[in-house]
Every structure is written in C-alpha cells, then in structure tokens.
T-cell receptor, first 116, second 112 residues
C-alpha cells in the first residue's frame, strides 16, 4: 500500500521569505501523480500544484514550485515570497495512475505560519 | 460552477444517535468522494461513487456507515449509533473524471 509522510508538523516563515515543506512517499508503482493541497481555516482543500511522475521537469505555479526526486521518493514544496495568505495547513497527496478510482492518499499535513 | 456544497457545516449529537450529512457536487461531475479528517491528520478515503454506483469502500467504513448517491446527483452519508470516535470532519469531493478533485468545506461532527 502507498503511504505519504510529512515529517514537519509546523513550519514558520517570515513574510516575503522562502520556505520549503517536505514530503516523502512510498510506492512500488512507476506511474503516479503527486499533489500539494492547501487547507485554510475555511477548511476547503485547494489544489496548489500537481506533478506527474513521468515528467522529469519540476512543476511550477507562480510562487509555488516543487522539487520532485523520483528515486528518493521525495516531493517538496517551495513557496517563494511568502504572503500572509499562505498561512494554512498543507497536505501532500499521492494518486495512483493505475487505480481508476482516482482517490488521493494524504500525508498528515504541515501547518505553515507566516510572520508579518 | 457553484462548487461542492456540504450541509450541515457543524453537527453536534449525542452518542448513540444517527446523523446524516449531505453533499451536493459540482453539476455534471460524475465522481463523488467521501473522506474523513481527524484532528492533526490528513483526510482519509472512505468511499466513492461513479454516477449512482458505489464502486469502492474503505475498510474504515464500518457497518454503521452507509452512503448513497441516488440518481447520481447529491450524496448522503449516514452514521448510525454514533460513537465518540466518529467525531471528525467529513469531507466531500467531486470530479469530472479528469482527475482533479474539488472539495467542499466539510461537515464537522462532534459526538458527545
């Protein structure tokens, strides 16, 4: 079974600085998808960024980028120029490319605090 | 696109009571998912529907839990004889099948 591990329960960053959130996963599959979701106090999970395992190029979305290391099964999220609105829980998630359910397997999350 | 809607937002109940939650997915989304999220944890998959068919259930879904999606539109999740361990946030998500999940804001259940 696949597992996702986020070893940082909480991270803190100064506004306008850069922070990196870590995620590792375990799978025997070669094709899969990885995601970072943001959950603000409103509780609604919002997709931040997505990475296909077959792509070597790291995904980027504006201030958000990932460092995908397939061999190491590592998928970290870098947030540049941090803003107060980035404060939230961040969840790393895995989705099998074989499982037709498209269900997501989530890590336990990292709470990001942004200091003004 | 009005998003995924979940009701109620909060539910407080006494142990042993039955509760029902409702999820209205984004219209035309044929896939609907239920997740459970406990404090300090990430969401855990419970079950999913493709149209009206319930295609997969997690072992987390005990016999006290039942989910339906009549006519492939809204879905309900019922918990019978609630226990304190059922206290959690119940999240619903929908998808058009292209893979991107859209989540609702959840129903927070507290069992006293």
């Amino acid at each position: 079974a696949q597992t996702v591990t986020q070893s940082q329960p909480e991270m803190s960053v100064q506004e306008a600085e850069t922070v990196t959130l870590s995620c590792t996963y375990d799978t025997s599959e070669s094709d899969y998808y990885l995601f970072w979701y943001k959950q603000p106090p409103s509780r609604q999970m919002i997709l931040v960024i997505r990475q296909e395992a077959y792509k070597q190029q790291n995904a980027t979305e504006n201030r958000f980028s990932v460092n995908f290391q397939k061999a190491a099964k590592s998928f970290s999220l870098k947030i540049s120029d941090s803003q107060l609105g980035d404060a939230a829980m961040y969840f790393c998630a895995y989705r099998s490319a074989v499982d037709s359910s498209y269900k997501l397997i989530f890590g336990s999350g990292t709470r990001l605090l942004v200091r003004p | 696109d009005t998003g995924v809607s979940q009701n109620p937002r909060h539910k407080i109940t006494k142990r042993g009571q039955n509760v029902t939650f409702r999820c209205d997915p984004i219209s035309e989304h044929n896939r609907l998912y239920w997740y459970r999220q406990t404090l300090g944890q990430g969401p855990e998959f419970l079950t999913y529907f493709q149209n009206e068919a319930q295609l997969e259930k997690s072992r987390l879904l005990s016999d006290r839990f039942s989910a339906e999606r009549p006519k492939g539109s809204f879905s309900t999740l019922e918990i019978q004889r609630t226990e304190q361990g059922d206290s959690a946030m119940y999240l619903c998500a929908s998808s058009s099948g292209l893979g991107k999940l859209f989540f609702g804001s959840g129903t927070q259940l507290s069992v006293l």
